[in-house]
């Protein structure tokens, strides 16, 4: 089931050109975040979520829940028992905003950065198995965030963990005492 929903996700988003505009508010976003990925991990990890930009993005909340999520259930599947996750939401000197989700899990070797994002790439099978997942979450979060015209710089250390950060430029940031608007445009 999961599979044909990420499917159907996939090719509705890259059918679109544009998604609806409105007022994500990231408190609430963070919070569902923090829940999720507690629910995931069942314990079993450090978990931490820091709202550093005090600040909302203009975009899709659906769209942006789905990325987000991918991302922050990736770092619990692939980060071994007693491992942390931190998600942090920061604002960039450009004035931009970076909400980036950060594990020492397993880590992914170089050679498999550029085709990490990728429908249905996986760098290790057996472990894909173990933890399930089908294998179109990053480029599902990919689409969603070209969507947003923003993008997903990816670290990896093998065995340290990586950080899948989400780069959203000036454009798309609101302050957070901003009355959502009609005629916002990003």
Same mark, same amino acid.
């Given at each position: 089931?999961? +599979?044909?929903?990420?499917?159907?996700?996939?090719?509705?988003?890259?059918?679109?050109?544009?998604?609806?505009?409105?007022?994500?508010?990231?408190?609430?976003?963070?919070?569902?975040?923090? *829940?999720?990925?507690?629910?995931?991990?069942?314990?079993?990890?450090?978990?931490?979520?820091?709202?550093?930009?005090?600040? =909302?993005?203009?975009?899709?909340?659906?769209?942006?829940? @789905?990325?987000?999520?991918?991302?922050?259930?990736?770092?619990?599947?692939? &980060?071994?028992a007693d491992g942390e996750i931190?998600?942090?939401?920061?604002?960039?000197?450009?004035?931009?905003?970076?909400?980036?989700?950060?594990?020492?899990?397993?880590?992914?070797?170089?050679?498999?950065? $550029? *085709?990490? &994002?990728?429908?249905?790439y996986r760098v290790s099978t @057996?472990?894909? *198995?173990?933890?399930?997942?089908?294998?179109?979450?990053?480029?599902?979060?990919?689409?969603?965030?070209?969507?947003?015209?923003?993008? +997903?710089?990816?670290?990896? =250390?093998?065995?340290?963990?990586?950080?899948?950060?989400?780069?959203?430029?000036?454009?798309?940031?609101?302050?957070? =005492?901003?009355? $959502?608007?009609?005629?916002?445009?990003?």
């Amino acid at each position: 089931t999961q +599979l044909v929903e990420d499917l159907l996700t996939l090719s509705r988003l890259e059918a679109r050109d544009t998604l609806p505009e409105e007022h994500v508010a990231m408190a609430p976003m963070l919070a569902t975040l923090r *829940r999720e990925a507690e629910a995931l991990s069942q314990g079993r990890h450090r978990i931490s979520v820091v709202d550093e930009a005090q600040a =909302d993005l203009w975009g899709s909340t659906k769209e942006l829940h @789905s990325a987000f999520s991918n991302l922050v259930a990736n770092a619990v599947r692939y &980060t071994p028992a007693d491992g942390e996750i931190d998600v942090r939401f920061s604002r960039d000197a450009d004035g931009g905003a970076t909400l980036a989700v950060r594990d020492t899990g397993y880590g992914i070797p170089s050679a498999h950065l $550029p *085709r990490i &994002t990728e429908r249905f790439y996986r760098v290790s099978t @057996s472990r894909s *198995r173990e933890s399930g997942g089908t294998g179109l979450g990053l480029a599902i979060a990919k689409h969603v965030l070209g969507l947003h015209d923003a993008r +997903l710089d990816i670290a990896s =250390d093998v065995g340290k963990g990586s950080t899948f950060a989400c780069r959203f430029g000036p454009a798309r940031v609101r302050p957070r =005492d901003a009355t $959502p608007s009609a005629t916002m445009t990003p």
